[in-house]
């Protein structure tokens, strides 16, 4: 079983940067690639990047690539998403989730564990 926790939602201004980190606990879990995934209001659940098990290999949504880095301390099982020059667009509930594979994979449902959300507003 893993267990994932977000943090460092809020409420930030267009053009500020933010971290978002997700604490993972569980057996194995340093198998596993984390993804980042996100869902706004009415729309549905998009992915937005994901780092693979060691660290060393990302992969990005077209809309976030360049302001968005994905990566992770294995020593403190935990994943982190650094967001750049956010926009309002950017605004959405956060989730990290957990993929027991070697190829980073863009599709929710490819995912096996998922934290609660956090919540990211972005205020023109």
């Known amino acids: 079983q893993v267990h994932l926790e977000e943090s460092g939602g809020g409420l930030v201004q267009a053009g500020a940067s933010l971290r978002l980190s997700c604490a993972a606990s569980?057996?194995?879990?340093?198998?596993?690639?984390i993804g980042w995934f996100r869902q706004a209001p009415g729309k549905e659940r998009e992915f937005v990047g994901a780092?693979?098990?060691?660290?060393?290999?990302?992969l990005y949504a077209d809309t976030v690539r360049g302001r968005f880095t994905v990566s992770r301390d294995n020593a403190k099982n935990t994943a982190y998403l650094q967001a750049s020059s956010v926009k309002p667009e950017d605004t959405a509930v956060y989730y990290c989730?957990?993929?027991?594979?070697?190829?980073?994979?863009?599709?929710?449902?490819?995912?096996?564990?998922w934290g609660q959300g956090t919540q990211v507003t972005v205020s023109s």
């Open positions: 989730a957990a993929d027991y594979s070697l190829a980073l994979n863009n599709k929710w449902d490819q995912y096996e564990y």
């Open positions: 780092v693979n098990w060691a660290g060393t290999t990302t």
């Open positions: 569980g057996r194995g879990i340093i198998s596993y690639a």
